[in-house]
Every structure is written in C-alpha cells, then in structure tokens.
C-alpha cells in the first residue's frame, strides 16, 4: 500500500488550502482514511478522518469549522479543505489509512502512512 500526499505549502493567516492523499496497492473499499499533523517538537496529533464506503467523519476540536474531509470513492482519495488557516494549523500534514471502517482518532488504528506535505501558515 502507497500514500502519497499533495497541497501543502506556505500561505498567509485567513488563507486556504488542499491536501490530497492518494492510496494505491490494496483494497481500500472498506478502509478508513486519515489525515495526522506534527508540529516542530509536539507529537503528531489527529486531524480528521473520513470512511471510505459510508463517509463517516471524524474532526479535532481545533478545526472544526474550518477544515472539511472529503473523499473520491473512485480515486481512492481523500482531501483535507483547510479553511481559516492559523499559525497554529503549521506543521507537516500526514495522510494515513487503517482496515477498520470506522474514523478513529488513534494512529494506532491506522496501518500505512504516507511520506507527509508541509503547511506553513505565516502571520
């Protein structure tokens, strides 16, 4: 299985972006999709995820309202809408997929990771 995750980049306070992860070599019909960030020395936190088959989501507090999961069943693709972007928000964006078909906060629960985008919000 490979994740290959697009978008990152640098952009102003107030400002938007989109992330993509890509997912290729397995069957994904029943997976669940994530999206994990790692900020410069802080552990690497949940986003929100999203189930592939039922689009079932799942957000952190901090972001809520401002980013929006999506996913192409057909493309076996997820997106991350960043939205509002904060200083905060900066740091590298992880995608992530797990066999369980439910959106889990845990990277424990996700078995392939992909190689990760940076986002960098400036004030």
């Known amino acids: 299985v490979q994740l290959q995750a697009f978008g990152g980049g640098l952009v102003q306070a107030g400002g938007s972006l989109r992330l993509s992860c890509a997912a290729s070599?397995?069957?994904?019909?029943?997976?669940?999709m994530a999206w994990f960030r790692q900020a410069p020395g802080k552990a690497r936190e949940f986003v929100a995820a999203?189930?592939?088959?039922?689009?079932?989501?799942a957000y952190t507090n901090s972001i809520k309202g401002r980013f929006t999961i999506s996913r192409d069943t057909a493309k076996n693709t997820v997106y991350l809408q960043m939205n509002s972007l904060k200083p905060e928000d900066t740091a590298v964006y992880y995608c992530?997929?797990?066999?369980?078909?439910?959106?889990?906060?845990?990277?424990?629960?996700?078995?392939?990771w992909g190689q990760g985008t940076q986002v960098t919000v400036s004030s």
């Open positions: 992530a997929t797990g066999k369980e078909q439910f959106p889990y906060y845990s990277s424990s629960r996700y078995d392939y």
């Open positions: 070599g397995g069957t994904f019909s029943s997976a669940t």
């Open positions: 999203v189930t592939l088959s039922e689009g079932l989501t």
